[in-house]
């Protein structure tokens, strides 16, 4: 019982962590572009690789800081990465299942 309390906090961090603006607007592209549930985890990959290059470059962009790319080596990064895609799979299946429901034709 506490192995599933432990996995449902692990995937409630997830949804928090892309429960931003960032994380929807990515989330909600690709569940627009999703052509079926089958393909969800291709989907979830890549979501989680633009949120970590959007995270990377876009500090650089609005010109708050120099050029900082994550540290790969170290165990809290990939961490964050299993973080993202529990989030994004949540939350791209909800949409793709709310997309599905309101257009169904």
Known sequence: ??????LLNFFRTGFNE???????IIALVAAVLLPN???IPMFVVAATLVHLV??????????RSPLVLP???????????????????????ILALLKRVLLRR
């Open 1 to 6: 019982m506490e192995l599933l309390q432990d």
């Open 18 to 24: 892309v429960n931003a603006v960032q994380g929807l």
């Open 37 to 39: 549930l089958a393909r």
């Open 54 to 63: 959007v995270d990377t470059l876009l500090p650089v962009l609005t010109g």
């Open 71 to 93: 540290q790969v080596l170290e165990l809290p990064f990939w961490r964050y990465v299993a973080v993202l895609l529990a989030g994004y799979l949540v939350v791209i299946l």
